[in-house]
């Protein structure tokens, strides 16, 4: 129990938690971090830990990147706040809006700025359906969306998220979302079945549920190149140029959710340029700032712009926005980010290190407690079992693998986040070999230490 009046004794009184175990959480108190350096951070007690996840998978430039707070203090000395409705503007925005849509993996037009990842996912929800009826085509209303996609928590992109802990206890009522199943091969493939003929088999999956609701009333299908949430799904051979080839050929948007895999992550800029997406619409966030400041954008090509900016023409405006909507400190904290992706190659260091890193947890894959291990760049998910043909875990308590593992490796030093079974790895893009190799002799002692524990426990 925590000491009266400690941080973390306030932190139970006063402090609602996003994505935890409430009642839990009153019994065991937070985990307090005080500082970051580099790839680290440290708790209240100045225990050092490695953030294997970049935080939620975000914080791209580490814990320490003062290049970054200098250059919004400058912006915040100069301009501290100004909005962009009706027809105001500023530098900050303009930089960025134009920096974005010059990296753009494929021609983008214009930029709609945002404050999260579901700020932006919202977004492209409504620029849809505005497009639609702007087009005369008010029926095309309807999202496909993938099993265990993640696609943020406001109401409407909670709806397009397919993760059943984020629908559960909420009754949520949104736009109308078709789904599709998740490219997991390990888990949804058949038997025998290439990967090959498992991306065939889902793009076949797509189009006849195309044709089953009408393509017509379809307005887009968003993915992210990389699922993240959903337990680090990396699609397999063939599997985005064969599901893009149906939308296509029934003219149904392509919107990436770029929000993790985006500047870097994949080891090339985007997810879309890793796996050959030629996404219509992205949303982008996380690593656009390192996280230091909450910015998120959306872009859109030509195709979908017009219609959009031809209708507010007709109706008096484009009725959305946000008060923080291309803020000039968090446009100038992203400017500032790019610039240092750009410069210090980070790109190509993520690349790198998850190649290390990618290497190291495949030599782990004849753990016993190893299922399966897949990544790419510099993100990696571990999917944990007992019984390698069941591809089952601990019986009757699903995800129980991924806590215990997850809490042994807390205790030695490397924080990142179980999904269910699997323990996912995305580390800040700055991380150095030597780093990577820390972390990996981490992740294999609390193998080793979690397989003793259950060996000791399930003796008969
Ligand atoms: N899209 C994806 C792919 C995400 O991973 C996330 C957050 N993890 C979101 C959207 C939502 O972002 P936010 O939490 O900033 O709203």
């Known amino acids: 129990m925590p000491l009266p009046n400690s941080i973390e004794a306030r932190d139970i009184a006063f402090h609602l938690h996003p994505a935890t175990n409430a009642a839990r959480h009153r019994e065991i108190g937070p985990l307090v971090i005080e500082r970051g350096e580099g790839v680290h951070v440290f708790d209240a007690s100045g225990r050092k830990y490695i953030e294997a996840l970049a935080g939620l998978w975000c914080a791209g430039l580490g814990f320490s ?33 134009e920096k974005l849509v010059s ?61 059943p802990a984020n629908h559960r206890g909420f009754d949520l009522v949104g736009p109308e979302v078709l789904r599709v199943t998740a490219p997991d091969h390990y888990r949804n493939a058949l038997p025998a ?44 051979e063939g599997y985005w140029p064969k599901m893009q080839a149906v939308l296509r050929k029934y003219d149904i948007l392509l919107v990436a959710d770029e929000v993790i895999c985006g500047f870097g992550r994949t080891g090339t800029l985007f997810g879309s340029t890793t796996f050959g997406i030629e996404p219509d619409i992205m949303t982008l966030s996380k690593q656009l700032s390192s996280a230091y400041l909450p ?8 195709k979908v712009v017009e219609p959009i900016i031809e209708e507010s023409g007709r109706l008096g405006i484009l009725g959305h926005g946000f008060t923080a909507s291309g803020h000039p400190v968090t446009a100038a904290a992203a400017l500032e980010t790019l610039r240092i992706i750009e410069e210090d190659g980070l790109v190509e260091n993520a690349a790198r290190s998850g190649a290390h890193l990618r290497a190291g947890l495949e030599a782990l894959a004849d753990h016993p407690l ?75 002692q609390a193998l080793d230490d979690v397989a003793a524990t259950l060996a000791v426990r399930m003796e008969p």
Request: hydrophobic share 45%; net charge negative.
């Open 65 to 97: 990147e003062t290049r970054v707070a200098d250059a919004v203090y400058q912006q915040m000395k100069t301009l501290p706040y100004y909005h962009t409705f009706a027809h105001r503007s500023h530098g900050p925005v303009v930089d960025l809006a």
């Open 103 to 163: 990296l753009a993996p494929v021609p983008m037009s214009k930029v709609f700025f945002t404050n999260s990842g579901s700020e932006a996912v919202d977004t492209v929800i409504k620029l849809v359906w505005y497009r639609a009826n702007a087009m005369g085509q008010p029926e095309r209303k309807k999202f496909i969306a993938r099993d265990r996609a993640f696609h943020g928590l406001t109401i409407a992109a909670s709806c397009l998220t397919g993760l």
């Open 193 to 236: 079945e290439s990967e090959e003929e498992f991306a065939t088999r889902l793009a076949a999956e797509l189009e006849a549920l195309i044709l089953r609701e009408g393509p017509e009333t379809i307005a887009a299908f968003i993915g992210e190149p990389v699922m993240g949430g959903g337990g680090v799904i990396v699609p397999p």
């Open 295 to 302: 910015i998120s954008a959306v872009l859109v090509n030509e």
């Open 370 to 444: 190893v299922g399966n291990v897949r990544g790419v760049g510099l993100v990696a998910g571990v999917e944990l079992v007992l019984d390698k043909q069941a591809k089952s875990g601990l019986p009757e308590q699903p995800g129980g693998l991924g806590l215990l593992v997850n809490t042994r490796l807390q205790e030695l030093g490397v924080l990142t986040r179980a999904m269910g079974d699997t323990i996912g790895f995305s580390p800040p893009l700055i991380i150095s070999l030597a780093e990577v190799d820390a972390l990996l002799a981490a992740f294999a």
